[in-house]
Each structure stands twice: as structure tokens, then as C-alpha cells.
């Protein structure tokens, strides 16, 4: 599952430019729910976040959605139109209340004519976003959706490493189980019942908008169940 660390380094090297991009920059806030932009949407600029989070979807003729990408403070995102990519291949919805800075696409490119540094990070980004969905189709294809709905749980906590606690527990707050079910390409009823199954084995605990994930039992579990499938039948 592509990670929003992905776009670390590339999001520094602009930070490092920020004060010339500025006349190309434009200060945005979204609500919850609200598409930042939408499938086909003319892809003109990248988005930085300055607060809040968002995610990157896909969504099939029937509705159902898939998430792509997740996003907090310091990302960037919205950057494969420096690829030229002319109309926006996915939709962007913020997750939560967020702020975030819109630069346009000639300033960026701009910056890359005279900052060599920046234009390797992107070249950096776009090799591990090629990998990162290299790892997704296989997880995919060959993993059982509670070793994928696992995975996904501990690269969450992981993303999270300020939660950490001192016994190595993880939060993942703000996630809904139809979230999860989006994230690994399943039905809310199926997260739902491993959740539960995992939180009898003790691999983590849940409330109604947070996770407590614990490291040790869960990895514990991905290196010696190489195949759990649950006895329900996958959407």
C-alpha cells in the first residue's frame, strides 16, 4: 500500500524552495469529506499539507472506492502531473479538516531548470511509488485478506511513530472499519469480524474511532500464519 513517507525527501527539497515558490503558491482549507479534486479534473499543481489529513482514492463504476494513498502534515501529494499527466487519475478527499498550500505546476517545474536536488527527489518518489505498487499487486494476489488487513494495521501504527507506547502498543486513530475495508479491497462486514478475531488473540484493542495496535503479538502473527484466510466469502 503506497505510504505517504514515499514523498518525504521530494517534500523537503520543496519546503527548501518554499519563499520562491510562493508567487506560484495558493493557501486552501477543506472540510471532512471534502474532494480536494476530483477523477478527470485538469492536473495543474501539487498540494502540501500544513495541517490535517487526506487520502488518494480510486473509485470503480459501481462506487466502490480503494484507497491509494494517505497524507499528513509536511506531504505532498498530487504529484504525477509534473509527470504530465494532463486530467487527474484518482480523487482527493480530506479525511479530516485540513490546510494545505496549492503550487502550480510552472513553478515547480520552474525550480526543477535550476535545483537539480529537486527534481532527483521526484525522480526518487516516482521509483518508490513504481515499487510500492509493485508490493501492493502482490499482496493482492497472493496474500489472505486478514494478512493484508494486518499488514496495513502495523504500516499504519508505523506511520504513527509519536504514539508509540512504552510497551510498544501503536494508535491508529480516525480510522473507521469501512475505512479499513477500503484500504484492503474488502467489505466492512469482513474487517469487522477479524477485527474481532484479532483483538481475541490480543493483537490489538478498538474503540469507536481508535486503534491500539500491539507490534510484538501482530508481527508475531504475520511471520507464523502464512495463510489465515477467514471462513467468509470475499466482495
Given at each position: 500500500?503506497?505510504?505517504?513517507?514515499?514523498?518525504?525527501?521530494?517534500?523537503?527539497?520543496?519546503?527548501?524552495?518554499?519563499?520562491?515558490?510562493?508567487?506560484?503558491?495558493?493557501?486552501?482549507?477543506?472540510?471532512?469529506?471534502?474532494?480536494?479534486?476530483?477523477?478527470?479534473?485538469?492536473?495543474?499543481?501539487?498540494?502540501?499539507?500544513?495541517?490535517?489529513?487526506?487520502?488518494?482514492?480510486?473509485?470503480?463504476?459501481?462506487?466502490?472506492?480503494?484507497?491509494?494513498?494517505?497524507?499528513?502534515?509536511?506531504?505532498?501529494?498530487?504529484?504525477?502531473?509534473?509527470?504530465?499527466?494532463?486530467?487527474?487519475?484518482?480523487?482527493?478527499?480530506?479525511?479530516?479538516?485540513?490546510?494545505?498550500?496549492?503550487?502550480?505546476?510552472?513553478?515547480?517545474?520552474?525550480?526543477?531548470?535550476?535545483?537539480?536536488?529537486?527534481?532527483?527527489?521526484?525522480?526518487?518518489?516516482?521509483?518508490?511509488?513504481?515499487?510500492?505498487?509493485?508490493?501492493?499487486?502482490?499482496?493482492?494476489?497472493?496474500?489472505?485478506?486478514?494478512?493484508?488487513?494486518?499488514?496495513?494495521?502495523?504500516?499504519?501504527?508505523?506511520?504513527?511513530?509519536?504514539?508509540a507506547a512504552?510497551?510498544?502498543?501503536?494508535?491508529?486513530?480516525?480510522?473507521?472499519?469501512?475505512?479499513?475495508?477500503?484500504?484492503?479491497?474488502?467489505t466492512r462486514?469482513?474487517?469487522?469480524?477479524?477485527?474481532?478475531?484479532?483483538?481475541?488473540?490480543?493483537?490489538?484493542?478498538?474503540?469507536?474511532?481508535?486503534?491500539?495496535?500491539?507490534?510484538?503479538?501482530?508481527?508475531?502473527?504475520?511471520?507464523?500464519?502464512?495463510?489465515?484466510?477467514?471462513?467468509?466469502?470475499?466482495?
Amino acid at each position: 500500500m503506497l505510504k505517504a513517507v514515499c514523498c518525504v525527501d521530494f517534500s523537503s527539497a520543496v519546503r527548501a524552495h518554499i519563499t520562491e515558490l510562493k508567487p506560484f503558491s495558493s493557501k486552501l482549507s477543506f472540510r471532512k469529506g471534502e474532494s480536494i479534486y476530483r477523477l478527470d479534473e485538469p492536473a495543474s499543481a501539487i498540494f502540501w499539507i500544513e495541517q490535517g489529513r487526506a487520502k488518494t482514492v480510486i473509485i470503480s463504476p459501481e462506487g466502490q472506492e480503494k484507497i491509494i494513498g494517505l497524507y499528513g502534515p509536511g506531504d505532498l501529494f498530487g504529484e504525477l502531473c509534473l509527470c504530465e499527466v494532463a486530467r487527474r487519475q484518482e480523487q482527493a478527499i480530506a479525511l479530516e479538516p485540513v490546510e494545505l498550500l496549492s503550487i502550480h505546476l510552472s513553478g515547480v517545474t520552474k525550480l526543477f531548470a535550476h535545483a537539480p536536488e529537486v527534481s532527483q527527489a521526484f525522480l526518487q518518489v516516482v521509483c518508490r511509488r513504481l515499487m510500492d505498487y509493485q508490493k501492493q499487486v502482490a499482496m493482492l494476489s497472493f496474500d489472505s485478506v486478514s494478512r493484508r488487513l494486518a499488514k496495513e494495521l502495523m504500516r499504519l501504527g508505523q506511520s504513527e511513530a509519536e504514539s508509540a507506547a512504552a510497551n510498544g502498543a501503536r494508535a491508529v486513530n480516525g480510522w473507521t472499519h469501512e475505512d479499513l475495508a477500503n484500504l484492503v479491497g474488502t467489505t466492512r462486514e469482513v474487517v469487522t469480524l477479524m477485527m474481532n478475531q484479532f483483538r481475541e488473540k490480543g493483537m490489538l484493542d478498538y474503540g469507536r474511532r481508535n486503534i491500539m495496535i500491539f507490534s510484538d503479538r501482530m508481527k508475531d502473527y504475520l511471520e507464523n500464519s502464512p495463510d489465515c484466510r477467514v471462513p467468509v466469502r470475499q466482495s
